[in-house]
């Protein structure tokens, strides 16, 4: 007899409106698996550049995209999940704001984005998948029982960006956070390919001034009413 195929909950939004840090406590509560599929594109990204090939290079990077290794591993003290790229941890380079801006970058070519889909949907396995991004909703995970479209204002996710950075003990400044913020979200939501926006039927929460426990609560919600 066939097999149901796991249940998802995808969880979509810009950039800083929480969806990683959503994404792994709701995981946690319903002991489901995660996905950040922004760590694939990230990771495509740094392997390109580490491999000096020019970002516009549709042919070059696509290439790279197909032959990447990218592994996560989990950390042994239950702490971050490591990211490795072609064997190198690179963890640490991938969330930067370079990083994000080349993964928005890469991110706008459909044979990258192709040659990513069948590793995301390797991940669905059960008892349940939280997958986080901008297109799981509407193009890698349409079947999901459970879609949520996380957002806040770009004031506001520039300063979580903000303090999320300067706790690292990063240089930064609040209105660079924001225009890179900004720009990122525009070209995620204004290419022809998988743009960044609600899925339909999605559950669209503004996260802006809500405590973590309160969105984690409402998203909780979503699967388990
Ligand atoms: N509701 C919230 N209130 C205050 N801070 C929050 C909230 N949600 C997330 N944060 C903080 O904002 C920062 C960014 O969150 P997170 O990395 O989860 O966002 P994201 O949507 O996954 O971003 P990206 O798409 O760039 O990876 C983190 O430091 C996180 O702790
Ligand atoms: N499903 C996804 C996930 C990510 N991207 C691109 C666009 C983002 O700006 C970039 C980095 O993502 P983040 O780690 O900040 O979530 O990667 C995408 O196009 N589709």
Redesign the pocket.
Same mark, same amino acid.
């Given at each position: 007899m066939a097999h149901a195929p796991a249940p998802v909950l995808t969880i &979509?939004g810009p950039?800083?409106s929480g969806?990683?840090t959503i994404s792994r406590l709701v995981a946690e509560k319903l002991g489901w698996r995660m996905l !950040?599929?922004? +760590?694939?594109?990230?990771a495509v $990204?740094y392997a390109a550049g580490a491999e000096g090939i020019d970002l516009s290079d549709e042919g070059a990077v696509t290439r790279c995209a197909q032959h990447v290794k990218i592994r996560f591993q989990a950390s042994p003290d239950g702490g971050e999940t490591h990211v490795l790229v072609n064997g190198h941890d690179a963890t640490d380079e991938?969330r930067t704001e370079t990083?994000? +801006?080349a +993964?928005?970058a890469? +991110? @706008?070519i459909p044979a990258v #984005?192709q040659a990513l889909v069948d590793l995301?949907l390797a991940f669905r396995k059960a008892p349940g998948l939280v997958a !986080? $991004? #901008? !297109?799981?909703g509407t @193009?890698?995970f349409p079947d999901a029982a459970f879609k949520v479209f996380l957002t806040a204002s770009a004031g506001e996710r520039a300063k979580r960006r903000y303090k999320q950075l300067k706790d690292k003990g990063l240089s930064v400044t609040l209105v660079g956070l924001q225009r890179e913020i900004e720009a /990122? &979200?525009a /070209? !995620?939501a204004s290419?022809p390919v998988?743009p960044?926006k609600p899925a339909e039927g999605a559950v669209v929460i503004d996260t802006t001034g809500m405590p973590i426990e309160v969105v984690v609560a409402k998203v909780f919600a979503v699967v388990r009413p």
């Open positions: &979509d950039s800083g969806k990683g !950040d599929s922004g +760590a694939l594109y990230r $990204g991938l990083a994000g +801006a +993964a928005s890469i +991110a @706008v #984005r995301q !986080d $991004g #901008r !297109d799981m @193009v890698i /990122r &979200d /070209r !995620d290419r998988a960044l």
